[in-house]
């Protein structure tokens, strides 16, 4: 079993819907959770970053922990075509720098 | 305040070669990461450098090694290329010796065996 289980893709949704995305994990020695988005032929880029459970909002972005069922997730409100990207989930034990990845899920928010 | 700079963007090698890979983290961020992405393992962590000491490490062969200078710079060395390491090489930086800051990526370096 992986560490970290991502919903697989690709995602396609019409500008202006709600995007869920979603990951899994086994070790519940992670502490820190984060989601990174990637567009093509760039790095991931740093969305969201959080600790402890419950929900953190920022614009049209919200992350949810849930540390008792191991479960974190991404809501992206009012899609836009410039949402379309890969989404990465990735967590920390915060005893070390090894960031554990999700494998990534493709998301195109059509016009 | 500038982002992770990696240089080149592109590299193509043959088979048996070695190259270096190069990091220049955000300025006054000391711990550099780097990672290894491919389209079926996704993103697998490499080592870790901090104060120009090896602080972790994952799980990949010796022919994969780094160093950091003084300045935070780092490098990344991989020796005997395999068809098999081909891949988009990250590193990301982060500010602090402790672990709960999160990583910043650069836009890493396709590398490409042949």
């Known amino acids: 079993q992986k560490e970290v289980e991502q919903d697989p893709g690709p995602l396609s949704v019409p500008e202006g819907a709600i995007v869920s995305l979603n990951c899994t994990y086994s070790n519940s020695a992670f502490q820190y959770f984060m989601w990174y988005r990637q567009y093509s032929r760039k790095g991931p880029e740093l969305l969201m970053y959080t600790y402890s459970s419950g929900n953190k909002e920022d614009g049209r972005f919200t992350a949810q922990v849930d540390k008792s069922s191991k479960y974190i997730s991404l809501f992206i409100r009012d899609s836009q075509p410039s949402d379309s990207a890969t989404y990465l989930c990735?967590?920390?034990?915060?005893?070390?720098?090894?960031?554990?990845f999700g494998k990534g899920i493709t998301l195109s928010v059509r016009p | 305040k500038a982002g992770v700079t990696q240089t080149p963007r592109y590299l193509i090698k043959t088979r048996g070669q070695q190259v270096t890979l190069s990091c220049s983290p955000i300025s006054g961020h000391r711990s550099v990461s780097w990672y290894q992405q491919t389209p079926g393992q996704g993103l697998q962590f490499l080592f870790e450098?901090?104060?120009?000491?090896?602080?972790n490490k994952g799980n990949f062969p010796g022919r994969f090694s780094g160093r950091q200078f003084s300045n935070s710079r780092s490098e990344m060395n991989v020796s005997t290329l395999e068809l098999g390491d081909s891949a988009l090489y990250l590193c990301?930086?982060?500010?602090?010796?402790?672990?709960?800051?999160?990583?910043?990526f650069g836009d890493g370096t396709r590398l490409s065996i042949l």
């Open positions: 990735a967590m920390d034990t915060g005893a070390n720098s090894k960031l554990t």
């Open positions: 450098y901090f104060s120009e000491t090896q602080r």
């Open positions: 990301a930086s982060r500010p602090e010796s402790g672990y709960n800051q999160p990583q910043h």
